[in-house]
């Protein structure tokens, strides 16, 4: 018998993507509600008690409704909200984050999705903590741009226009008269000004950092795709620290996975070549790229990462979690 998949919110924007990808496979029964049943409760509730593993693509506060109201006790869930990012009874599902977690992904009853930006973020940093090569208290400031798809259906109708109707604006937390212009010619806006996102907590515990990191994020004028930046000071690193023992730490990290890691670290040579990151550059991909560019005569590392926020950073990191948890990727990292 083929496992039942049911996803609760697929008309969502990563839930739109985790069943386009699904519904075409044969090796899994993708259970759905009618338009009508969407809104019920109920019929939600059953849904995702029929199911061998249901994927929550809903708002926080929704998401844990949903785990609240499960009554079958078989049932494991992935969910791809910030509800349980930080919670200790739930597995973190970042396959590629340290050794033996795809093998708790595997096992786990509870996943909890890792937000789009925590993936980048966590990939440059969780194996240089536990490399000893960065200090845990370390004082991080991350930078990053996303598509605008991140900030969901309300932030791309924002951006695009959204139904015909709707004031273009209404996603936004500034009133329409203090933007200079209409939304939709913005081509980049910085928020998360008061450094009180709500990744920050998860970046830090996933990371390993002792001290929560300074988090800057931005919406680029493109619908998906991400680059993600950190900046390391080397006269604050451990004295024989340099950019290629940094880039051989993170290189050595995931070529232990093989097969497993969707996760490539540029070749000196490569990351030389680079005049620029394009953010887009991996969009409909589940693949996450990562660069050390140094200035060792300055004494400054500039790590980063480039993925697309709706593939490893949400639909594609779902779909990874969930064949780890059916078995159909046999091989642990």
């Not at 990808?21 to 109920?42: F, G, H, M, V, W």
């Not at 951006?159 to 980049?188: D, I, K, M, Q, R």
């Not at 953010?279 to 050390?292: A, K």
């Amino acid at each position: 018998m083929k496992p039942a998949v049911f996803i609760d919110g697929d008309q969502g924007t990563t839930g739109l993507q985790i069943r386009s990808q699904l519904e075409s496979r044969a090796d899994i029964e993708l259970l759905t509600l009618s338009a009508a049943l969407r809104k019920d409760s109920r019929a939600r509730t059953e849904a995702i008690d029929s199911a061998d593993i249901a994927i929550l693509c809903l708002p926080d506060s929704a998401a844990r409704e949903a785990v609240a109201s499960v009554r079958n006790p078989a049932v494991r869930i992935i969910d791809a909200s910030s509800a349980y990012r930080t919670a200790p009874d739930w597995t973190y599902g970042f396959p590629e984050m340290t050794a033996g977690q795809a093998d708790l992904i595997r096992g786990a009853r509870r996943v909890s999705n890792p937000g789009c930006y925590p993936t980048g973020a966590i990939a440059l940093l969780r194996p240089l903590i536990e490399a000893g090569l960065l200090p845990a208290n370390y004082p991080i400031v991350i930078n990053a741009v996303s598509g605008y798809s991140g900030g969901g259906r309300a932030r791309i109708d924002a951006f695009e226009g959204g139904p015909p109707g709707n004031p273009v604006a209404s996603a936004l937390p500034l009133p329409v008269s203090a933007l200079p212009l209409p939304v939709s010619t913005l081509a980049f806006q910085v928020y998360g000004l008061h450094l009180d996102h709500k990744h920050t907590p998860e970046i830090q515990l996933q990371a390993g950092l002792a001290a929560r990191p300074a988090f800057v994020p931005a919406y680029g004028n493109f619908r998906q795709g991400m680059v993600l930046t950190i900046v390391l000071q080397l006269r604050l690193l451990a004295k024989a620290t340099t950019s290629d023992s940094l880039r051989h730490c993170l290189h050595t990290h995931y070529a232990r996975q093989s097969s497993q890691s969707n996760i490539e670290v540029l070749t000196n040579d490569r990351a030389a070549s680079l005049e620029h990151l394009d953010p887009q550059v991996l969009n409909g991909s589940n693949q996450l790229q990562l660069g050390v560019f140094g200035n060792d005569l300055e004494g400054q590392v500039l790590l980063s990462a480039v993925f697309d926020n709706l593939g490893k950073g949400a639909c594609g990191a779902a779909i990874q979690n969930l064949e780890l948890m059916l078995g159909f990727n046999a091989t642990a990292p």
